[in-house]
């Protein structure tokens, strides 16, 4: 029986391994052979060992990885060796040119001494992976955060030395260290080791790219691996990229550079059509032009409105060069664009469209600056808003186009200030609260708001708004269940005055009002005689005209009241100078003089003047708090305090005092004017008997006192 120590038979595979050892060492003493020279200078990269790298980015393809720890039989070892001898001597052959290595970095060789320990980085920063489809830039920044080497002291179970493994001996002794090896740690445990080279410029997949784990055997496959072809081309290519060598880099170079001046230019066009994009809009002017007037071919011709846009930027071409060679480029090219259709429509092929023409003056352009302008607003928005609370506000309204329109307000609090902002405009195709509802929801959703963080509600007091069962404030309150409603005061003011106004002596007063306005706007012979009259007691070089009265705001009639009868203005001594002249005028028609003598008698009425001054107390009260109500930083404490005491001031203003403040403007005016006889009284009015019924035996009866009866009234 044979002993233990007795040692094994080599096998086919080593006794090879051995004698390509020694054919290498041969062909390294003899004296014939060339030596290789490591400066630095302009050339091609050859293929060469990965000793000398430290970085870059991979693309592994998906080929079989084929591990160093499947075991092969001796005679598929030999035939694998003997196919490595002759492509290693092929590779000899190509050494023995010494152009080839004129372009090679120099090596750096680092002795036994001066091996002081291999580089530590930090493992969660290093990734052994990139994207299929990622750039040169990129893999170049990968292979440079490599090598991650660990010690003992960061992974106690190593399986190798690391002078050994970490470094490639030399046959004078030199260590060359081994940049392209990389090992990943986790919990201070190896799990593999990669080849950064061939994960970022290899074609094919191996052990290195995917993770080696041979730890038994992981000198040898080091070893095999530096020496294969596909990590020699991988080293090759990243020298090639990393020295920016690359065919296609030079090819393209020249592209690449025009490419990226057209994106600066086009970024400079854009610039100034957003900024005038945001004039426009700010100014609140249209865009757009009739027609074929915004056509580009058409640009030249002066006599054409391009509309706003086009003809400030036409202006803008004047003094800006970019933008003029810009748009000379745009004509020609619409120009030659016509003519093509003209010539495919003469024949018979029919075309229509632009082309492929990128102008930047469309109006799909404008469309995208619209949109991105608004997107952008709203990011701001919801940005500001963040995760506080907020109020909203819903209104709706009937747009020129019959389409009804939801305006959608938020208010929130940033940097101590409070903010009111437009967030939407919606059409309505669902008027009941429910709809509206949804409608909000689907608004909140789109702008990413919490429906859940509003804090306050304000509506009008339509049923649909309003109603605690079926209204907005109802289906709010149930997803919402804290928040606080507040009918809109404004809103409630605003009904309050309207219906204060439909008495039917303010009726006739405020309709007098509008008479007057229309009456002497509506004719420039009659605006003439204004006109003399105010430059002859005024002096004004500003035109004052007298205001007409809306249907739905009251503050048109308060405009309207105070440029009679304000202290301020107080044209009514004006008002009756200029109706006077005209009903002694036979420069006018009958029809004209008689409703001119008509308003004049109107106007000298004591009733009129005693509603008015009436009125000119209670706008005096309420008027300022209206405003402050729709003022977009609107304090609540302060909005509560101006209602609570305006309602005392209503309560507190004196009839008789209004009414000796009529007569004293009565007598004044007459004084001042010969023609007008303004009355200081009340007239007896002829009462309005109604027919009686039969069986009927009760009689109207009418107060005694005219001025009772104006109180009543």
């Known amino acids: 029986m044979e002993s233990k120590t007795t040692s094994k038979e080599k096998g086919g595979a080593q006794k090879m391994r051995e004698k390509r050892s020694k054919e290498l060492e041969l ?26 790298v430290s970085a870059g980015p991979s693309a592994p393809s998906s080929r079989p990885v084929v591990s160093v720890e499947d075991e092969v039989s001796p005679q598929a070892e030999e035939q694998v060796i003997e196919e490595e001898l002759v492509s290693e001597r092929r590779e ?9 290595f004129e372009d090679l970095p120099e090596l750096e060789c680092i002795t036994s001494e001066d091996m002081s320990g291999s580089v530590i980085n930090d493992p969660s920063e290093i990734s052994f992976s990139l994207p299929p489809a990622c750039s040169i830039a990129e893999k170049i920044n990968f292979v440079e955060k490599h090598p991650f080497q660990p010690t003992r002291t960061e992974c106690a179970d190593l399986p190798f030395q690391e002078a050994d493994f970490y470094y490639r001996k030399k046959s004078n002794g030199d260590l060359i260290k081994r940049s392209w090896l990389s090992c990943k740690i986790k919990d201070r445990k190896l799990e593999a080791f990669f080849c950064s080279i061939c994960i970022a410029f290899s074609n094919s997949s191996s052990s290195f790219t995917s993770g080696c784990s041979n730890f038994r055997h992981c000198y040898q496959a080091a070893n095999k691996h530096e020496s294969s072809k596909s990590h020699s081309d991988a080293v090759s290519a990243y020298f090639t990229m990393k020295t920016n060598r690359i065919i296609d880099t030079l090819l393209n170079q020249a592209q690449v550079s025009r490419r990226k001046k057209e994106i600066l230019q086009n970024i400079e066009l854009l610039n100034r059509i957003f900024n005038i994009v945001k004039l426009l809009g700010k100014q609140g002017l249209p865009f757009r032009a009739h027609g074929t007037n915004e056509s580009l071919y058409n640009l030249n011709n002066i006599e054409i409105n391009h509309g ?89 309204t009937q747009d020129v186009g019959i389409v009804d329109q939801a305006t959608v307000v938020v208010r929130y609090v940033q940097d101590e200030a409070i903010k009111e902002r437009l967030v939407a405009i919606l059409p309505v195709k669902d008027a009941t609260g429910k709809g509206f509802h949804e409608l909000l929801m689907s608004c909140f959703d789109m702008l990413g708001l919490d429906f859940q963080r509003i804090a306050g509600e304000s509506f009008d007091g339509a049923a649909n708004m309003r109603s605690a069962y079926v209204g907005l404030r109802a289906q709010i309150a149930n997803v919402v269940p804290d928040v606080v409603y507040i009918w809109c005061y404004s809103h409630i003011l ?41 430059d002859r007691r005024h002096g004004q070089e500003k035109l004052l005209k007298l205001q007409k009265i809306g249907e739905t705001r009251w503050w048109a009639k308060e405009k309207a009241l105070n440029w009679i009868f304000g202290e301020k ?78 309602v005392e001031q209503l309560k507190k203003i004196d009839f008789n005092n209004l009414k000796q403040k009529a007569e004293h403007f009565a007598i004044k005016t007459n004084e001042l004017m010969d023609e007008s006889d303004v009355l200081n009284s009340l007239e007896v009015e002829t009462m309005l008997r109604k027919k009686r019924l039969a069986g009927e035996s009760s009689h109207d009866e009418r107060p005694e006192d005219e001025m009772q009866c104006f109180r009543a009234s």
């Not at 000899?92 to 080839?100: E, F, G, I, R, T």
């Not at 303010?506 to 003439?528: E, P, Q, V, Y």
């Not at 008689?594 to 000119?616: D, G, V």
């Open 92 to 100: 000899q052959a190509q050494m023995n040119d010494p152009d080839v």
């Open 27 to 52: 062909a390294g003493r003899d004296p014939k052979q060339m030596k290789l020279s490591f400066s630095v200078a302009g050339g091609i990269h050859p293929r060469i060992p990965v000793d000398e």
């Open 569 to 646: 203005h107080s044209l009514y001594f004006d008002t009756l100078e200029v109706l006077y002249v005209i009903s002694q005028s036979n420069l006018f028609e009958s029809k004209t003089t008689s409703e001119a003598s008509s308003l004049f008698h109107n106007l000298c009425q004591f009733r009129i003047i005693l509603t008015a001054n009436i009125f000119l107390q209670v706008f005096d009260v309420i008027g300022p708090v209206s405003k402050y109500l729709q003022t977009s930083g609107l304090d609540f404490k302060v909005a509560w305090q101006m209602v609570e005491r305006a």
């Open 494 to 534: 605003n009904l309050c005055v309207s219906d204060c106004c439909q008495v039917l002596e303010a009726k006739n007063f405020f309709g007098l009002l509008n008479r007057l306005a229309t009456f002497i706007g509506d004719s420039h012979k009659r605006m003439n005689i204004w006109k003399d009259q105010l």
């Open 308 to 396: 706003n846009f086009l003809e400030i930027v036409l202006l803008l071409s004047q003094y800006d060069i970019p933008l003029k060679n810009h748009l000379d480029k745009c004509v020609q090219d619409s120009e030659k664009r016509k003519q093509q259709l003209k010539d495919r429509k003469t024949s018979g092929k029919h075309s229509t469209g632009r082309g492929s023409l990128v102008t930047f003056l469309s109006n799909n352009t404008i469309k995208k600056v619209f949109a991105a302008i608004v997107q952008s607003m709203k990011n701001l928005i919801v940005s500001e808003i963040g995760e506080k609370g907020f109020s909203v506000q819903v209104d709706s």
